[in-house]
């Protein structure tokens, strides 16, 4: 059976709308006991959780998750409660580590140790049974020595100390324990600090501001070790299969599963010219450790024609695709190509996905390319952001190229903190329009983010868009924006500001001035919106996630999606699912 796999559904929703899902299905988590006896195919990390573990445990956890990485759960408690706020206002269960800290034989079986953040707020001496454990010391001394990575967020960092791991490097943290990192031997610098990785030591705060920064800082730290250039050894070709998903909800006209034995996700899909779809992402199931560009062509109802793998001896993600005229355009990023780090990784392929070039864009830092259009004036434009260039942590990034990769111009966009991008579009009268995240803000989080730019690259205009509730000013997160049919546009995303997270869409005019925005979600607890697209009745239709706190013990994400019409309102919304994690 999979592991994870694509999935792709279409189904009916009110006002007889028809809508086509990408998501990542998993079959289940943590493979406990029976991990340490045999080898999962793809990246394994291990979690260590300590007691008073934070909410932001979910929202870092969640983006591994979508990196297709098999996660083990470990402490050196067989019941682990979370911080109490958490704790007793969502009623949340203790986590039951698959495997206790001291039973773990060999930590070569993983390819990262990530201490999860804990409450330093509510307990006085945070980790104390980690730094009091000896098994757990010797656990971490063991990484270091293996070359294993190893993460730590917040007061995490006192671990390390206690484990003796940080002489001689820097390291970020929670800085009521500085004096426990600097007797260690480490340098200290600083709370508001983007993460720093040392060899293979991973250091962060601020796991919500940071928390995606975070997470690329341990992809990085694993990617890393890994060889480049060509694959050694190519992946066997024909591992992808597809199977029927039969659900009980009679809107679903009919739903499919893509992969093969290991990790496989969707990222993005298209509607190609034969009236079928292409579906792009990533791959575990070739057995070669890291994650190939997966790339998958099916029918209209959904049965696989064809799929083709593309990458090196490192990593490669597909994030989007684009129907051309003779053939298809696959935008993500490479390790294995390029200059350095994570590259920008552009491949044209003919309608059989047979590759007829690739290009990669960037430097020697972290280049990643999250959205590809057609240029209207010729050629095509990505968008995403680096931290190789530009003038903060990281920048939006767009490059311009011609009909053949080529690169024309690019040009970075943000502040002094940092900016991702996600989306763009073409705009009548020339010029295109970006939706972005924005971490430069007056009130220290982060904001939506719209930039509007000439056909040369040059800024014409940018707004903020921060959301206000009962949290305050909060940690806004866009994920996906798109045009209006009124001229404006409409981003989507997530936010903190009325409960621990919820789906946050913002609505403008051409000039980017706000019209409206709303807040949703499912339940009270994590809620994400992801993608969103006009609908023919001038409505919009958000994709995301929605976690119920009673699925928290099996770790169970389910595929939310919701109808607002033009003014915003409310029209439907519907949480589809099985017993493993779907994300939309």
């Known amino acids: 059976m999979f592991g994870k796999?694509?999935?792709?559904?279409?189904?009916?929703?009110?006002?007889?709308?028809?809508?086509?899902?990408?998501?990542?299905?998993?079959?289940?988590?943590?493979?406990?006991?029976?991990?340490?006896?045999?080898?999962?195919?793809?990246?394994?990390?291990?979690?260590?959780?300590?007691?008073?573990?934070?909410?932001?445990?979910?929202?870092?956890?969640?983006?591994?998750?979508?990196?297709?990485?098999?996660?083990?759960?470990?402490?050196?408690?067989?019941?682990?409660?979370?911080?109490?706020?958490?704790?007793?206002?969502?009623?949340?269960?203790?986590?039951?580590?698959?495997?206790?800290?001291?039973?773990?034989?060999?930590?070569?079986?993983?390819?990262?140790?990530?201490?999860?953040?804990?409450?330093?707020?509510?307990?006085?001496?945070?980790?104390?049974?980690?730094?009091?454990?000896?098994?757990?010391?010797?656990?971490?001394?063991?990484?270091?020595?293996?070359?294993?990575?190893?993460?730590?967020?917040?007061?995490?960092?006192?671990?390390?100390?206690?484990?003796?791991?940080?002489?001689?490097?820097?390291?970020?943290?929670?800085?009521?324990?500085?004096?426990?990192?600097?007797?260690?031997?480490?340098?200290?610098?600083?709370?508001?600090?983007?993460?720093?990785?040392?060899?293979?030591?991973?250091?962060?705060?601020?796991?919500?501001?940071?928390?995606?920064?975070?997470?690329?800082?341990?992809?990085?730290?694993?990617?890393?070790?890994?060889?480049?250039?060509?694959?050694?050894?190519?992946?066997?070709?024909?591992?992808?299969?597809?199977?029927?998903?039969?659900?009980?909800?009679?809107?679903?006209?009919?739903?499919?599963?893509?992969?093969?034995?290991?990790?496989?996700?969707?990222?993005?899909?298209?509607?190609?010219?034969?009236?079928?779809?292409?579906?792009?992402?990533?791959?575990?199931?070739?057995?070669?450790?890291?994650?190939?560009?997966?790339?998958?062509?099916?029918?209209?109802?959904?049965?696989?024609?064809?799929?083709?793998?593309?990458?090196?001896?490192?990593?490669?993600?597909?994030?989007?695709?684009l129907t051309l005229d003779d053939g298809y355009l696959i935008a993500g990023y490479t390790t294995s190509f390029g200059a350095g780090s994570k590259d920008v990784y552009l491949i044209k392929t003919d309608r059989q996905g047979e590759v007829v070039w690739s290009r990669t864009y960037g430097g020697a830092g972290w280049d990643v390319g999250n959205m590809v259009i057609k240029a209207d004036d010729g050629g095509f434009v990505i968008c995403g952001f680096t931290h190789s260039d530009g003038a903060g942590e990281e920048d939006v990034f767009i490059i311009k190229t011609d009909d053949d990769g080529n690169e024309i111009w690019s040009k970075t966009y943000g502040g002094e903190r940092f900016e991702i991008g996600n989306s763009i579009y073409n705009v009548d009268g020339g010029g295109y329009i970006i939706g972005a995240t924005s971490g430069t803000t007056e009130g220290g989080n982060t904001d939506f983010y719209l930039i509007r730019i000439d056909s040369d690259g040059n800024e014409l205009w940018s707004k903020k868009f921060a959301s206000s509730g009962s949290y305050g000013h909060g940690f806004d997160w866009c994920s996906s924006m798109c045009p209006s049919e009124e001229g404006g546009y409409v981003m989507a995303g997530y936010s903190d500001c009325d409960d621990i997270m919820n789906a946050h869409i913002v609505k403008t005019d051409s000039e980017g001035n706000e019209i409206w925005s709303k807040t949703l979600g499912n339940s009270k607890f994590y809620d994400y919106g992801n993608s969103l697209c006009m609908t023919a009745d001038g409505g919009i239709l958000i994709g995301g996630t929605a976690k119920s706190v009673d699925s928290i013990s099996t770790y169970n994400n389910d595929f939310y999606i919701v109808k607002l019409d033009a003014d915003g309102n409310l029209a439907g919304q519907k949480v589809i699912g099985g017993d493993g994690s779907e994300w939309g």
């Open 5 to 321: 796999s694509v999935f792709i559904s279409l189904a009916l929703f009110p006002f007889v709308l028809l809508m086509i899902i990408i998501i990542i299905i998993s079959c289940g988590i943590g493979s406990g006991s029976a991990k340490m006896d045999q080898r999962n195919s793809g990246v394994d990390l291990l979690l260590l959780i300590s007691r008073d573990y934070g909410a932001n445990y979910f929202l870092n956890r969640d983006v591994f998750e979508q990196y297709g990485w098999n996660i083990t759960q470990s402490g050196v408690i067989k019941e682990i409660p979370g911080c109490p706020p958490y704790y007793y206002h969502y009623q949340l269960p203790t986590i039951k580590p698959d495997i206790l800290n001291g039973q773990i034989k060999n930590v070569g079986d993983f390819e990262c140790l990530a201490i999860m953040p804990a409450s330093a707020f509510f307990s006085p001496v945070p980790f104390d049974e980690f730094i009091n454990d000896s098994g757990t010391l010797e656990l971490i001394s063991s990484a270091v020595k293996n070359d294993v990575p190893i993460s730590s967020m917040c007061a995490g960092v006192r671990v390390l100390a206690a484990a003796d791991v940080i002489r001689g490097i820097e390291v970020v943290g929670n800085p009521k324990f500085q004096d426990e990192y600097e007797a260690a031997g480490a340098t200290f610098v600083g709370k508001d600090h983007p993460p720093v990785i040392s060899g293979g030591i991973i250091t962060a705060s601020r796991d919500m501001y940071y928390s995606m920064l975070n997470c690329q800082a341990i992809a990085t730290a694993i990617e890393n070790r890994q060889a480049t250039g060509e694959h050694q050894d190519y992946p066997q070709r024909d591992f992808i299969f597809s199977d029927a998903v039969e659900f009980t909800d009679d809107t679903i006209m009919w739903a499919r599963t893509y992969g093969g034995e290991a990790s496989d996700g969707g990222r993005a899909m298209c509607e190609t010219e034969d009236g079928g779809f292409l579906i792009t992402g990533y791959t575990f199931s070739h057995g070669n450790g890291d994650a190939d560009i997966l790339v998958v062509k099916t029918d209209a109802a959904g049965i696989k024609v064809w799929s083709k793998t593309f990458g090196g001896a490192g990593t490669e993600y597909g994030h989007d695709c």
